[in-house]
């Protein structure tokens, strides 16, 4: 199907960061195969279905680097309680999901990342094969990594066991050999070894290999808490980074998330081995810690965007991104906001591997994008769209998003997903499952009063 959108702005994400005027934008089934000015596209792909694009901007999807879904079903709750959580349950509500419940919050999590321009997602969970069918119906581009680790008892002299990790490995392998290039490409493998403090050189070096066997990206929590800092300087007497380091870990198809504690040899160590960064700027900042992303991006890394935890909103994840980074810095002018949306969108698909089909709208690219109605009170005038966006947008300005040539929102409505069965469904766990939780451990002091059940 050959389809044009005519007389629309077009925010190309492009090398010049160039932001084309009343052009329009052709994908002939998956790709983008024609843009620039509206007039001349009109001509050329006469025989295309055509829409009306005035008063819309395009932009290329955004790319979330790192997620993990069924944080959705402690949404309101572990914002706020430290990470690792000072509550003193033994789990979460999230751990207390049955596999058609993690089904649900799944598909929550993922009208929430379409909703606000999502388009690609790299998802990190336990037994992701028990709703890797449900996301793929979303029609989300998704890198699917099982979370892996081989500890077996914490504490000041862990305990790391060679059965966990030959399962963990297997599981891992089962999941890129299942899904890998599946539904034409959209999907990919990843491999995710947890962190540092959960794991041994051996599940490291086994990570890398099986990553490189299978020719996929792998990723790491990387100084996200003081107690992984701690962890791992008692353990093996170096920090996190080093740790990498002396077994041949890093490497330039890795990704690491957070980076909230990094010193300066650390940073270098990750600059020369062109690592990349998820930048988790909003739970960062729910957490009171900011990375050192200028620093990074100078010393080689390139920056990719994350949400992480409890939320998917990748348009609140850059508004972060830019506030944290000015703060952290003192500064009123860095970063600009075109380069956190270059950081969650290009940046993204370099840091994932998968930047020559996606990350920016080019001939010959996948037809990955979201327009926003810039006719909004909030972003007139549009005398600088991409920082009136990032500075004052909303995933509310979001009407349609586009993944590999098909719509899965149109006119602000889901098409690959029953929105409100969903959040029906997952109002009720959530509810069900943080009063169980409470309920069982009457002798662990939980200092909120959750609403009654039968709302």
Not at 290 to 303: D, H, V
Not at 349 to 366: F, P, R
Not at 409 to 434: F, P
């Amino acid at each position: 199907m050959l389809t044009l959108i005519k007389e629309t702005t077009i925010v190309t994400g492009n090398e010049q960061r160039e932001i084309l005027y009343n052009a329009g934008i052709a994908i002939q089934d998956t790709e983008i195969v024609g843009i620039g000015p509206s007039d001349d596209l009109e001509r050329e792909f006469s025989s295309s279905t055509v829409i009306q694009g005035r008063g819309k901007v395009i932009f290329p999807g955004l790319i979330n680097c790192h997620t993990h879904l069924q944080a959705t079903a402690d949404r309101g709750i572990l914002e706020d309680f430290s990470f690792p959580t000072t509550l003193g349950f033994p789990t979460t509500g999230r751990g207390l999901l049955s596999p058609d419940e993690r089904k649900i919050f799944a598909l929550l999590a993922s009208i929430e990342a379409i909703k606000s321009g999502t388009t690609t997602l790299l998802e990190i969970s336990e037994n992701i094969h028990e709703y890797a069918h449900s996301l793929n119906s979303t029609g989300l581009r998704l890198l699917l990594a099982e979370n892996i680790n081989d500890i077996e008892t914490a504490g000041s002299h862990p305990v790391f066991s060679e059965s966990k990790r030959d399962d963990a490995l297997r599981r891992a392998s089962d999941l890129i050999e299942s899904w890998h290039n599946k539904s034409d490409g959209r999907i990919k493998g990843f491999v995710a070894p947890h962190a540092p403090e959960t794991v041994s050189p051996e599940l490291l070096r086994a990570s890398k290999d099986l990553a490189e066997k299978h020719n996929v990206g792998y990723t790491i929590h990387l100084s996200q808490s003081y107690k992984e800092i701690m962890a791992v300087k008692e353990t093996r007497g170096v920090l996190p980074t080093h740790y990498l380091f002396a077994n041949e870990f890093l490497g330039d198809r890795l990704v690491v998330a957070h980076c909230r504690y990094l010193n300066n040899s650390e940073i270098a160590l990750l600059g020369e081995a062109k690592v990349n960064i998820s930048h988790n700027s909003a739970i960062g900042a729910r957490r009171g810690a900011a990375a050192p992303i200028s620093e990074l991006s100078s010393s080689g890394c390139t920056i990719g965007m994350g949400t992480d935890n409890m939320a998917e909103d990748m348009v609140a994840v850059m508004r972060a991104g830019l506030f944290h980074e000015r703060v952290r810095l003192n500064s009123e002018t860095h970063p600009q906001p075109e380069d956190v949306l270059q950081w969650a969108t290009f940046g993204g698909a370099m840091a994932l591997g998968i930047s020559d089909d996606v990350g920016s709208l080019e001939i010959g690219k996948k037809a990955d994008f979201f327009m926003i109605d810039s006719r909004r009170a909030h972003l007139v005038p549009t005398l600088r769209i991409v920082s009136s966006f990032v500075h004052n947008g909303s995933a509310g300005d979001i009407t349609d998003v586009m993944i590999d040539g098909k719509w899965v929102m149109r006119d602000s409505s889901l098409t690959t997903i029953d929105e409100m069965t969903v959040i029906s469904n997952a109002e009720k766990i959530g509810h069900r499952v943080w009063n169980k939780l409470v309920n069982d451990h009457p002798n662990v002091h939980f200092p909120i009063k959750l609403p009654p059940t039968t709302l």
